[in-house]
C-alpha cells in the first residue's frame, strides 16, 4: 500500500503539516486505517476493449460536430480581406524590407562618415589613409569647372607637402637614419604631389589661353611662393643624399611651372598662343609675341587704321621735301615711307585706290612723280573743263575738254 502514496511536499514549500504527524490523535487514526485499505482491483480485460471499441466509434462524430461549431466562430474573427491590386508587385508588403533598408544605409553613412572625419589625420602608411586618398578622389571628381579642379589639385598638393614634413624627422641627425619603407613613402607621396601640380598647370594654362586672359593663371603665381617656402623648410632638415635630392626635384618641378605661369601671363592675348604646343607644364609660350590681327587687314599685325582717301584735289609741293602730292591730298613720306614700295616701314600696306570725284564723275587726277625735276610752282586755274597747271615753260592741263598748246 505504501507505493500507492503521493509523497507530500517538502518542508519549505508545505502550506500544511503532515496528516501522518498531526498533532491531532483522530486525523493519525484515520490515516492508519487508511494505509490499511487495500489497492483497488484493475480493470478486466473484456470491459477496457468494449469501452475502446465504443469510443473508437464516437470520435469522428465527436470531431465532426466540434469543427461545424468552430468554423462560424472562425469565421467572425477573420479580418476582412483586402482587395488584390493588379500589378507587378502585387501582393508584396515593401514596407518593413524598405525601413530595413533605410536604416542600413543611414546606419553605413553614418559609419562612413565617422571614418572619413577620422582619416583626415593619417598619414601615408597609416591604417586610414587609403580612406582620405579616396575621399580626396571623390572630391576631385565631384568638382565641376576647370579652374575649381586645378584650385583643388593645388590644395592636394600643398596636403601632400604636409605629410611629407611630419614623415620625416626635424633634425638633419635623425634624418639619416630613415628607414626605406619611410623613403619609399616620401618618394610616393611626392610623386602624388607633382602629378597634382603638373594637371593644375596644364588646366590653368589652357584655360588663360582659352579666355585671352591671365585671370586662371593668378591661381597658380599666388600658391606657388608659399609652397616653394614649405618645401625649402623641408630640405633644409635633410642631409645631401637621395631623399634631399628627391625633394628637390620637386622643388624645381614647382619652379619651373611658377616660372612659366608667369611666362604665359606676360603674353596674354597674343594671338600665337593660340597655335603653340604644350609640354607637361601645359602650353608653351610664344618666343615673340604677337598681337590679335586687325580683323580689317588681312595678315596685318597689331592694331591698324586704313588711312582715309580725300576726293579734294591739291597742287603738287616741290619734290626736295622728300613728299608727292596725289589726288588723294595725302602726303607720302618720301623715300623712307611704305609709299615707295620698299617695305621698309612699321607697317606694309598697299597704296589706297584714290576715289572718283562727286562733282565730276570720270575724272582720275594722277599722281605726280616725287622723280620730276624741282620746278617752281605756278598759278593753278579751275574751270568747267578741269584743272589747269602753269609751269613755266609747261602747262599742265587735267580735263575732259581738248587741249591747246601755248609757246
Not at 578622389?137 to 600643398?158: D, R
Not at 609741293?317 to 613728299?323: C, F, L, N, R, Y
Not at 591730298?329 to 607697317?347: D, E, K, L, Q
Request: with cysteine; glycine share 10%.
Amino acid at each position: 500500500m505504501a507505493e500507492h502514496r503521493v509523497s507530500m511536499l517538502g518542508g519549505p514549500l508545505r502550506r500544511y503539516e503532515d496528516p501522518a504527524h498531526s498533532r491531532d490523535p483522530r486525523i493519525r487514526e484515520v490515516v492508519a486505517a487508511l494505509a490499511t485499505l487495500d489497492p483497488a482491483p484493475a480493470p478486466r480485460a473484456h470491459f477496457r476493449a468494449e469501452l475502446r471499441a465504443q469510443l473508437v466509434a464516437v470520435a469522428p462524430r465527436l470531431v465532426q460536430e466540434g469543427t461545424e461549431e468552430l468554423a462560424p466562430r472562425r469565421a467572425e474573427a477573420a479580418p476582412p480581406k483586402q482587395p488584390v491590386k493588379k500589378g507587378l508587385i502585387s501582393g508584396l508588403h515593401l514596407g518593413r524590407p524598405l525601413a530595413a533598408v533605410a536604416c542600413t544605409v543611414v546606419i553605413l553613412a553614418m559609419l562612413l562618415g565617422g571614418v572619413v572625419v577620422l582619416s583626415r589625420g593619417s598619414l601615408p602608411g597609416d591604417a586610414l589613409y587609403g580612406v582620405k586618398r579616396a575621399s580626396e578622389n571623390a572630391q576631385l571628381a565631384a568638382t565641376s569647372g576647370a579652374e575649381a579642379k586645378a584650385k583643388l589639385n593645388l590644395k592636394l598638393a600643398s596636403t601632400r607637402f604636409s605629410e611629407v614634413a611630419k614623415l620625416l624627422p626635424e633634425s638633419p641627425a635623425a634624418a639619416k637614419r630613415v628607414s626605406s619603407h619611410t623613403r619609399s613613402l616620401v618618394d610616393s607621396t611626392l610623386g602624388s604631389a607633382d602629378s597634382d601640380l603638373l594637371s593644375a598647370s596644364q588646366t590653368l594654362g589652357a584655360q588663360a589661353i582659352r579666355n585671352n586672359s591671365a585671370a586662371p593663371l593668378d591661381v597658380l603665381t599666388k600658391w606657388a611662393p608659399g609652397a616653394l617656402s614649405h618645401l625649402t623648410s623641408i630640405i633644409n632638415r635633410l642631409p645631401a643624399g637621395d631623399l634631399r635630392d628627391r625633394v628637390t626635384g620637386s622643388y624645381t618641378l614647382l619652379t619651373s611651372a611658377f616660372t612659366r605661369a608667369k611666362m604665359l601671363a606676360a603674353e596674354a592675348g597674343c594671338s600665337c598662343l593660340h597655335a603653340t604646343s604644350s609640354d607637361q607644364l601645359g602650353p608653351l609660350p610664344c618666343p615673340v609675341c604677337v598681337s590679335p590681327a586687325h580683323p580689317g587687314v588681312p595678315g596685318g599685325s597689331g592694331p591698324s587704321k586704313t588711312p582715309a582717301v580725300s576726293t579734294k584735289p591739291t597742287a603738287p609741293v616741290s619734290s626736295s621735301t622728300g613728299a608727292a602730292t596725289g589726288s588723294t591730298g595725302s602726303t607720302g613720306a618720301g623715300s623712307s615711307a611704305a609709299a615707295t614700295g620698299n617695305g621698309t616701314g612699321p607697317s606694309a600696306t598697299a597704296t589706297p585706290t584714290p576715289t572718283p570725284s562727286k562733282s565730276r564723275p570720270g575724272l582720275t587726277l594722277p599722281t605726280i612723280l616725287s622723280t620730276l625735276p624741282s620746278l617752281p610752282i605756278g598759278p593753278i586755274g579751275i574751270g568747267s573743263c578741269g584743272i589747269s597747271v602753269s609751269l613755266s615753260p609747261i602747262i599742265l592741263h587735267l580735263g575732259s575738254c581738248p587741249t591747246t598748246a601755248h609757246s
